[in-house]
């Protein structure tokens, strides 16, 4: 007979392949999507992999050093393609992994905290069914790579609260670093990780000792990003090709964010209902552990950032699902780690609407993926024709 780690390793697999395949499937025949983002990563991942540099450009003739976007993805698909497939190739084998590499981790955060291998087959299971996910990872686009470092952070934050060991310390400065090059909203994940380790960390340590901690762990973690906009000043002249100034925020930014909240799956008010269980949670038990901790910190930080972006950097960024993908993985490891700690009346009834959701979910993304396996997305589709 199997022992439990033995099946916890068996539905991994089979978790992860499940999800490579959901994306390689949906890929099959016209690749993976491309928008306007993919056509810089694309451009800068062949330019480095020539020897041009991180060089971008939509037209031949005006190719110039890449500033807008940050550099880590399109060196991995440089790298990718140093190997053998073109970055097109590369991106959709990339993305293929790291959603089944998603689906484990989320899992193993879930089970790390609640010790129960069906709540962790319940966090996998959300994530494997929603359909939004499955789109960003079908598209050449970064949040794929962001996300998977941003929930591989915070996971050995956590443990490394609970368990403070230098070499925790360590990767988490390394993903954060990573992810402060592969969006520029990595911020947030160092900004909750300062915070963790100012309020959250079990060490005996004062609270100088902890504000001082934080603050190197920031320096170190912000070090890639810092070194990436001295580059961009070096080349260009100027260390983000972004203009601050002041956008007023108005309603239909509201509307477009509720929408998209309320769009998360095939219910439009359900996740009212677990944010119910979630204050029903805050009045039972007021000493929660790390994790869901740090993922309230995460979105709240994310929030945050997202807001000041808008105000100041980027009027045109869309609070649609691309973006809030974050969100929507760091509330679903929030809601299965405090459900754990509920009554039982209320956990069977939480878990039993989530294997509704997961069904009913699934139903739409199937149809999605046969979608995209016929149709293609964005650029990537036989409605796009291309003059030679």
Known sequence: MLEKRQIKALISIYLFLSGAFIVLFSTQIWGSGISHDSMYYIGAARGLSSGQGLMTGLKFDHVKPMVHYPPFFSGVLSLINFLGPDPMVGA?????ILFGSLIVLIGNMVYSYQ???????????????????VEVHCMVWSEPLSNFLIFSGLYLLSRYLEDPKPSLLAAVVLIAGLEGITKFAGIPLIVAGSIGLIFYSRSRKTLYSKVYDAFIFSLLASLPLMLWLIRNYLETGRWVDRVIIYHQLTHQDLEIALRTLTQWSVFRHEYLILLFLAILYIFQKAQPKTLPRLMVIFILSYGVFLMISKLFIDRATPVDLRILSPVFIAFIVFLLCIVGDLKRSIRNIFYLLCWVIIILSWGNTYKYVMYIHNNGMQLSSPFIVVKT
């Open 115 to 133: 010790r129960s291998l069906g709540a962790a087959v319940v966090g996998s299971l959300l994530v494997l069914s929603s359909r939004d996910l």
């Open 92 to 96: 959709r084998l990339l993305n293929a």
